[in-house]
Each structure stands twice: as C-alpha cells, then as structure tokens.
C-alpha cells in the first residue's frame, strides 16, 4: 500500500464521519447560479418532497416532505408518516460547497391533519431509517416506476448528487453554523 493510498482512505472514512460528500476529481466546479438550478432541477410534482428557496430569514434551499401539501397529505396520512423531515442548505461559492442542516420533527395525524410536536432535531441525520416506513409507488413518464421510503435518504441522495456533480462538496453540519 502506497501512503497516498492510506492517507486518501483515511480522509474518506472521517468524511463519512464528518457527513462530507465530495466531487469526482474531474468534474467542473460549476457558478454559484448553476448549483442552484441543478438542485431545483430536482424538483418534480410526482416526488413526495419539494425543494424551494429560502425566504428573508431562511437559508438558500430547503427541502421537505410534502406532509402539509393538500395533495400529499393523505399520501402521507395514510403511510403512517412520524416523522417529518427537512433540509435546509447555504451555497457557499466561496468555498464551492453546500453547508446542510437536517431537521426532524414527529407527526401525529388526527382526521387525516398532520399535527407536529414541539420536541424537534437539528443537526446531522446518521440514521437513514425510522422504524415506521411505509412505500408508495411514483409513476412517472413512459410508465416508470419508483418507490419511496419515507427517510431522509430519499430526499438528500439526488440532492448530494447534484452537488457533487456540480464539482461542489456537500458538507452536512451537526453543531457548526449553516
């Protein structure tokens, strides 16, 4: 084993850690403006998240389940959904990454109105699974089918992907500021 080798599987194993994605060597950092579209680009009416900007005191993107979305909802009622989640995420072009945060919330539905707990998560998900899972089956174009589980994996891959495809790094933070 070379040291180069040793010291590039050391740093990919604290990325893991460290909730840090980052961009095949050769992708091209793509502007600021770019990222962005790409990330919106991920957006479609069939997916049960939606990724919008942020507003006056919000961060850049955030994305989230669409539990209070009248169309969603008994999707999500009748899943059993208890959980919701949302990402919110900061474009730093300066240092060509995205800074995310997770935030979770527990649901508690009654005649099919989602009501959220005030007992809340912020930071860094490690955990990819809840123990209450329920599928559905997206059909898109040309009959494509796709099945969701309702964790934050589903939401945050494509996201992580853009990211990393757009020559940025994706960099989830726990404690620090987003």
């Known amino acids: 084993m070379t040291a180069e080798f040793v010291r590039s599987s ?29 990330i919106l680009a991920i957006n479609r009416p069939t997916a049960p998240f939606i990724i ?6 919000e961060p850049d993107l955030i994305a989230e389940w669409r539990v209070v979305d009248a169309e969603w909802r008994q999707v999500f009622a009748k899943a059993g959904l208890t959980k919701a989640f949302r ?15 997770d ?17 809340a998560f912020r930071g860094r998900k490690v955990e990819h699974q809840w123990s209450s ?7 898109g174009e040309l009959g494509v089918v796709y099945k969701y589980r309702f964790n934050p994996g589903e939401m945050k891959k494509p996201i992580k992907k853009a990211v990393t495809g757009s020559g940025w790094m994706w960099r989830g933070v726990a404690f620090a500021k987003l």
């Open 87 to 101: 990402v919110k995420m900061r474009l730093d072009p300066d240092n060509a990454e995205v800074r995310a945060v």
């Open 133 to 139: 899972q329920a599928a559905f089956t997206e059909r």
């Open 10 to 38: 050391a740093v990919g194993l604290l990325d893991v850690f460290r909730g840090i994605k980052r961009p095949d060597s050769d992708a091209p950092v793509l502007p600021a403006d770019q990222v962005r579209a790409a």
């Open 52 to 57: 919008r900007e942020g507003g006056d005191d």
């Open 103 to 119: 935030e979770e919330w527990a649901v508690k539905w009654a005649q099919g109105i989602p009501k959220f707990s005030a007992a």
